[in-house]
């Protein structure tokens, strides 16, 4: 009775239909390392805004009807500023960081213009819109794209921001900044944290739509209402009061302290008087050295999220920064202020997101080791984007009275997909089994219950990781080629050649104990990066049947194995389309009771018992892969 061998994640083999020609054209080889940069775009009431422009590095983006973009082949940088405009709204800035293969989330929210007006540029001008004041001198203007003075009809929009209120989400970056030291020179600067009390955006167009901006010769005078919000009396303005101004630098991606203004009360009403020499984002604040809080981004599995946006928020607090390649960040902070920590990330297109606090800051600690340790922000996010497959196993064929047939029938497949981000997607089944508990159903359900993060199959996102994935020992190396199904790339062990009218079989060499690396070269077109983890798994201990075959006649079957091991045991039998799957505790033995074998379908199948190891490792881009290695034994089983 010559059996075939059955395989613990037949499902990739079992979809194979042999190897497409390939396109080989896709290593990341001599291309420059890239990401992206993705989010979402929304007015401060968090309605979407379709039709934004977004900039960052000459690339440009446009959001959808929910608000979301994607910005391609963005170079990794530690300062990237992107942004944000559209027709009738005032432009916004964010600032993040990039590594090399990653995604990383920026948003934003824009503030509708307040109004505009319009004027000759050969006249003085003084426009009021909404409390807000600007005169102009005559003759003022330069033509930013040409750098000439410029004559005719001068369009000014202005947008004011009360810092108290949710408009504050509409104006650039946070509210870290850069101030000159003790005014000798404005290339030596301190890092401080500001507390706003008002801001206001002015942007300035010639007649046919140019750019412009005043001579900082001929400044303009600027009166903004102020308002001191819920802010403590130590921060709170008055009459008479002298402020620091601070316009938005966008090359920077930070305020930068610019010279002082005048408060005044006017009826009850604070305003404050400046000169501004150009024209962008300016603010009225006070400087203040701030403390910090660090924390760390963790997904649904707890894996580190790098290149999320965590925003820190509180009363006196604003600041917005990207979490590392360990999904670590470090915010300014502001001692005394009850901050709420929110963490982003960019999945399966949309936003994810999971807010800690509020929590008091009652650290002074300037450096990393001093900074305010925040509890771990856990997204509700599922981010597994691949798995690898490592099986060390024997398999017995030819079972008969004379004896057995033992072969190796080590096996390795991987394959790799873009994250769909439901939770319901990190339901790995093997951890989802209690211990002695079993699960059955067709091959079918076993995909629709334990979904493709677990079972590779190849899921309609799957991507590509380069022209090939490398498992080595210390032995021996196994290149598994890119294959494909109905374009799908997948990566599986060739077991079976045929050549000269035989079929030959080249099975890799696994053992338990042997170290495990991984490599990738990579695929520029999928942003994944060359890939490479030393020591990623060790094969554990592999466990053999005590018997050369398996007999279910109706009732519950009794196992033994041998060569037992800490941790759990795992069954599985397949018989035709009929899968079963079991955990249980590992003391030598276990019985699968009749109601897991009872919908097998008389005939020989095969079963399997192994050790099983699943960890979780970063993958091409980042992002969490299943690694699973399988070391055991696979027999024929025949129901009666």
């Known amino acids: 009775m010559n059996k075939s061998i059955l395989l613990p994640l037949l499902l990739l083999t079992a979809c194979n239909k042999g190897n497409d020609s390939q396109d080989t054209n896709n290593s990341v080889v001599g291309e420059t390392s890239h990401g992206r940069i993705g989010g979402i775009v929304t007015n401060t009431d968090g309605t979407p805004v379709e039709g934004a422009t977004v900039t960052t590095q000459d690339v440009t983006a446009t959001t959808d009807a929910e608000g979301i ?195 005044e009360n006017i009826d009850g009403v604070l305003y404050f008087t400046f000169e501004a020499e150009h024209f962008s984002w300016w603010n009225c604040d006070q400087g203040f050295v701030p403390s910090c809080a660090t924390g760390r981004v963790i997904d649904y599995l707890g894996f580190p999220v790098r290149g999320a946006e965590v925003i820190c928020d509180g009363d006196q607090t604003t600041s917005t920064v990207t979490t590392d390649e360990d999904g670590d960040y470090i915010c300014s902070v502001m001692v005394g202020d009850y901050v709420s920590f929110t963490g982003t990330t960019f999945v399966g297109g949309r936003t994810w997101h999971k807010t800690k606090g509020s929590i008091f800051m009652d650290s002074e600690g300037s450096s990393a080791a001093d900074c305010e340790p925040i509890p771990d922000i856990q997204i509700d996010v599922c981010r597994i984007a691949g798995a690898v497959n490592i099986e060390n196993l024997d398999a017995v064929i030819d079972a008969n009275v004379d004896g057995s047939n033992t072969v190796g029938a080590d096996h390795l497949s991987a394959v790799f997909w873009t994250p769909p981000g439901d939770p319901l997607y990190c339901s790995n089944p093997w951890n989802s089994l209690e211990a002695g508990t079993c699960w059955h159903g067709t091959n079918e359900e076993l995909v629709s219950n334990f979904p493709e993060s677990a079972f590779p199959g190849i899921p309609s996102s799957a991507r590509s990781a380069g022209n090939w994935v490398m498992i080595s020992n210390d032995y021996h190396s196994y290149r598994m080629e890119k294959s494909e199904v109905e374009h799908l790339p997948y990566y599986n062990w060739e077991a079976h050649a045929y050549a000269d009218g035989e079929v030959t079989t080249s099975r890799p060499d696994l053992k338990q104990h042997d170290v495990i690396d991984i490599e990738a070269d990579g695929d520029f077109n999928t942003y994944f990066g060359p890939w490479n983890i030393d020591n990623a798994a060790t094969i554990p201990d592999q466990v053999y049947f005590s018997a050369d075959a398996l007999t279910v006649d109706g009732g519950a079957l009794s196992v033994d194995y041998e060569n037992t091991t800490d941790g759990d045991i795992f069954f599985m039998t397949m018989v035709s389309e009929q899968q079963v799957l079991c955990k249980f505790e590992n003391n030598g033995g276990f019985v699968v009771p009749s109601s897991a074998l009872s919908q097998l379908e008389s005939g020989w199948g095969g079963a399997s018992v192994f050790n099983l190891s699943v960890s979780l490792e970063a993958g091409p881009d980042g992002l969490p892969v299943y690694l699973q290695v399988f070391s055991g034994e696979t027999v024929p089983l025949l129901v009666e």
Do not use: C
Request: cysteine-free; glycine content about 8%.
């Open 69 to 263: 973009y994607t910005l391609l082949d963005i170079e990794p940088s530690d300062l990237i500023v992107v942004e944000f405009s559209k027709a009738g709204y005032a432009t916004n800035y964010e600032v993040t960081k990039l590594i090399s293969w990653e995604t990383v989330d920026s948003n934003t929210s824009l503030l509708q213009i307040d109004g505009s007006s319009t004027f000759s540029s050969l006249d003085e001008a003084s426009v009021t819109i909404d409390s807000t004041t600007i005169d102009f001198q005559a003759n003022s203007y330069i033509n930013l794209n040409t750098g000439e003075s410029y004559d005719g009809e001068v369009t000014v929009e202005i947008t004011h921001v009360d810092p108290s209120t949710a408009e504050l989400e509409g104006a650039p970056a946070d509210l870290s900044a850069l101030s000159f030291a003790n005014g000798v020179a404005k290339d030596v600067y301190n890092t401080v944290q500001l507390v706003s009390y008002g801001m206001v955006d002015v942007s300035l167009f010639g007649e046919n739509n140019e750019d412009l901006s005043i001579d900082n010769d001929r400044p303009a005078t600027v009166k903004i209402p102020i308002t001191n919000g819920n802010l403590p009396g130590v921060y709170q303005m008055s009459d008479g009061d002298s402020q620091t101004t601070w316009s938005f630098d966008i090359e920077k991606g930070k305020w930068v302290e610019e010279g002082s203004g005048t408060v």
